[in-house]
């Protein structure tokens, strides 16, 4: 909590970009307000794996942790809240959020992640993060050579198998219907030892999100443990669009190597912004933008 309103920097999103930009920042004594709505995409996530020194741990330790390293610069102040909009004002921001409260600063930090979009698959929201995932360097290792499905079509759908089967001998392609890959791609799969599972899937079986079986509509059942998918995704808040932000054609926020924006004094760090989405990228982004605000900060003084 804090009573004061005005900062030299505003980070919205507390979670892994946000806080390694934070604590960079706290070591340069800048004064600094955290915005998090408490929502980090891996909130389902019992162990996060793929980050050095914490490999396995729950992602809610890494990031309680995390926080309390953070918050122990003295200049680095953070509110339980949502961001609800902000706009330019005299060189700097002013930022309302939802609860009614308004925040000042000279630089905005995006560090807002992004929200994954369930595909309307019973089961399959309660699977996510726990036996069903987007990325095997993350969650491969530890099911390898068992039941693996990958679902997905066409050209996406093709690429994405060939790399899950460097995981397994027995994976499935579900193509959720009628099969958009070319004979060759189909021919190649098979030559893998990849079955494709063409019907439109029924439901996915579970128990506290560990996947036992696939239901297709054509009756037919596949146990599995593990579902490797790639989800659609939508920006947490239309805060960067609303102040002018260009987006990439993958629709994350555009932002130069430095993490800075199309608009001056914006940055963005983490999913919101990088199509490599993990702990490590986005605690890498998040620092380089705490040095850069800084940077620009002190360019701004002199
Ligand atoms: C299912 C799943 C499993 C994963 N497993 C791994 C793994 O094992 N290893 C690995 O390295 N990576 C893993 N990842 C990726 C990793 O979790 C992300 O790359 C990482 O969380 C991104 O950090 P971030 O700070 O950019 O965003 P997030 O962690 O998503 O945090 C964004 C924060 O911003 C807040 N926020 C958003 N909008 C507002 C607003 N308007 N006001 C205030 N706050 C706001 C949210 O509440 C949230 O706290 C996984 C991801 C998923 C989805």
Known sequence: MTNQTDFEVIIIGGSYAGLSAAMTLGRALRQVLIIDSGEPCNKQVP?????????????????????????????????????????????????????GEKFSSKKILLATGV???????????ACWGVSAAQCPYCH?????????????NG????????????????????TNGQSTLTAEQAAKLKAHHITIAEAEIESIEQEGGQIKNFVLKNGSTFPLTTLFARVQFKHSTAIAQDLGCELTEAGLIKTDAFQKTTIQGVFAAGDNSNLIRSLAAAIAAGGTAGGLINHELVNDDF
């Open 47 to 99: 162990h996060a794996h793929n980050l050095l020194t914490r490999d396995g741990e729950p992602p809610a330790e890494i990031a309680a942790k995390a926080r309390e390293q953070v918050l122990s610069y003295p200049t680095i102040h953070l509110i339980n809240a949502k961001a609800a909009a902000v706009i330019k004002h005299n060189g700097g921001f002013l930022l309302n959020t939802a609860s």
């Open 115 to 125: 929200v994954d979009l369930m595909p309307d698959i019973t089961g399959f929201a």
């Open 140 to 152: 491969g290792y530890e099911t390898s050579n068992t039941k693996i499905g990958v679902l997905g």
């Open 155 to 174: 050209d996406a759908g093709f690429e994405f198998a060939k790399l899950i089967n460097n995981w397994t001998n027995d994976l499935t392609l579900f």
